[in-house]
């Protein structure tokens, strides 16, 4: 390659085309006419920059490897690496192969350390075992065994095809190793689940322990659910980047301890998009919406990042889940204008999401604009009409999803079964039941517990009865106080009395139960019957769950819990609440 000091003006000019334009297929071919019209497309260094250039954009990937194939002296080892790395690049794994293949078989190609460290990368990537075999049988005959980035690039490939013997017999047999070897096969032992080798591996590492190899112990340790460990491991850290913040606050959230999540989202000294996204969906994974949506207003007015799909996908559940309609609106809307709105999940969540919200009509509208549809699409509005009691809709739904070829699953079943429970279609619901295993599906205990809540519903007692004694399965508590219900609609009191001890076992500590049968006991005035039911509530410490009301404000959740008394707020309050009692007691006079 030609010394850059001696290249001519011309030259200097189109290598400051490259550096100064923003890559586009019209600058690009505007370059390639310059270098054509004063013939300097033969510097290789210009040429390779423009192939380079047009492989990074999707719309001339096929333009950049006609230019490499149309080179006369297209064995050029700088050109050759660049092309092969750009078609690793775009992910295009078996052009890879064959390009090199092609080369070595064709021209006059040497493959040089660079050249095999992209094909290990490429073999890794597309988890093509042999082909990386035979790559390794290549850097043998020639020679590069020896080089440290070689051989790296090799025990990582082996790591992430989990040939962990391969990767170790490498490693073992170099006499130099860098931070990042051992990392990539601490790396291999934690993805294969060997979490004890991998840490007998980074006892030893002899070199200093960088960032990414307490990374990595850490994954390992939160996949494991082990946070003691991975805490460990954290502390010792003498500096920490946001993977390992935001790795430990995921694991946090997995494991139900968000109140240690977020002591740590609060201390991180930099947050990411990635951060804030694993916090929010945190709160949603651990129930707890309103701090979900509370904690993505505090990212729009304190930060300047855009939400992501990621994150819209983390906050619609909360959104669904208190009923926030005006959020949802700008949710909408945002997504029609940043155009996340083609992604099949995310507009999967927004029919979901609206559906929850009792607006079935915006979730079918957004369902039929889908560009594409997959199965969840389709479970979320079937099952979206049935909570919403449109019963007919969902099934006539579900028989479009048939007639488009899709094969029902699981929770299509429970949309279905959920629906004929809505709508009170005893025979349909039975019905669709019998003919699960015709569509090759076994009903779950979730499906005879829906079909149980049908029967029971419709005052078949005897029927929801023997179907929980014939099914496969141990009732569990939502069935038995399903049926207890059932019980309770149609004044069965002896067979309340004998369910509630059934049901006491599995939930002995659900309120509604023991309500049910005290007011059964009530309805028959056996008031001594009904105070022996809260007499048992007390003995066995169990309290009535505290009505909760939730209302939206200029898209902000406010939340009532009765009895409270520390609402920040709580003298307004009162004082609303004093002054709606005086107006009513005056309409009752008027009344009178």
């Known amino acids: ?154 025990i990582d490939m082996y790591a992430k095809v989990r040939r962990m013997e391969c990767a170790r017999k490498l490693f073992d047999e170099m006499s130099e190793r860098s931070e990042v070897t051992w990392t990539a096969l601490i790396c291999g032992y934690v993805r294969c689940g060997d979490i004890i080798e991998a840490r007998k591996l980074f006892d030893k590492i002899t070199v200093r322990k960088d960032v990414a190899a307490y990374n990595v112990m850490i994954d390992g340790y939160v996949k494991l659910e082990d946070m003691a460990s991975a805490r460990k491991y954290f502390e010792e850290m003498s500096e920490r980047n946001v993977i390992s913040w935001t790795t430990m606050i995921d694991g946090y959230c997995n494991g139900g301890d968000i109140v240690a999540a977020r002591s740590l989202f609060n201390s991180m000294p930099e947050k990411n998009l990635y951060s804030w996204n694993v916090m929010i969906g945190g709160y949603c994974k651990n129930k707890q919406p309103q701090e979900a949506l509370k904690l993505f207003h505090e990212m729009q007015s304190s930060t300047k990042l855009e939400p992501d799909n990621v994150t819209i996908l983390s906050i619609l559940p909360a959104i669904a889940d208190l009923g926030t309609l005006d959020l949802a609106g700008w949710v909408y809307r945002y997504v029609r204008r940043k155009k996340i709105d083609r992604e099949t999940k995310v507009c999967t969540a927004l029919v979901d999401m609206y559906a929850k919200c009792g607006e079935i009509g915006k979730a079918r509208k957004v369902f039929y604009e889908m560009p594409e549809k997959e199965i969840a699409s389709w479970n979320a509005l079937i099952n979206g009409c049935a909570v919403n009691g449109c019963a007919n809709e969902a099934l006539t739904v579900f028989s479009e999803m048939q007639s488009e ?188």
């Open 405 to 592: 070829g899709l094969k029902p699953n699981d929770i299509t079943m429970m949309g279905v079964l959920s629906a004929c429970n809505h709508g009170g279609l005893v025979e349909e619901g039975k019905r669709w039941f019998s003919n699960m295993e015709k569509l090759g599906l076994t009903p779950k205990i979730q499906h005879y517990g829906c079909l149980v809540d049908l029967l029971g519903k419709a005052g078949k007692i005897e029927e929801a009865e023997k179907l929980i004694e014939s099914m496969p399965y141990e009732a569990n508590d939502i069935i038995m106080s399903s049926f207890l219900s059932a019980c309770g609609h149609s004044k069965d009191v002896k067979r309340a009395e004998r369910i509630l001890k059934h049901a006491v076992t599995k939930e002995p500590m659900n309120d509604g139960n023991y309500i049910i049968l005290r007011n059964m006991y009530a309805a028959e005035e056996r008031w001594g019957d009904a105070d022996e039911v809260k007499r048992v509530m007390r003995r066995n410490k169990v309290s009535k769950e505290v009505g909760c009301s939730v209302i939206e404000i200029n898209s902000r959740v406010f939340e009532f819990i009765a009895g409270d008394t520390m609402h920040p707020q709580q003298d307004k309050v009162n004082s609303i609440l004093g002054q709606l009692r005086i107006h009513m007691r005056g309409l009752d006079s008027d009344l009178t």
């Open 1 to 154: 390659m030609r010394d850059q000091s001696l290249w001519s003006p011309i030259e200097r000019s189109c290598l400051s085309l490259f550096q100064r334009t923003t890559n586009t297929r019209t600058t690009l071919l505007q370059i390639h006419a310059f270098m054509l019209r004063h013939s300097i497309e033969t510097n290789v260094n210009l040429y390779t920059k423009l192939v380079t250039a047009c492989a990074s954009l999707a719309c001339c990937t096929s333009y950049a490897r006609k230019l490499f194939d149309e080179r006369p002296d297209r064995d050029d080892t700088f050109l050759c690496n660049s092309m092969i790395k750009s078609h690793l690049g775009m992910h295009q794994f078996s052009d890879c192969f064959k390009l090199y293949r092609d080369l070595k078989r064709e021209t006059c190609f040497v493959p040089e350390s660079f050249t095999f460290v992209t094909l290990a990368k490429c073999c890794s990537l597309k988890m093509a075992t042999w082909e990386g075999l035979g790559i390794h049988s290549e850097i043998m005959k020639t020679g590069f065994c020896s080089n440290l980035y070689v051989s790296t690039g090799l």
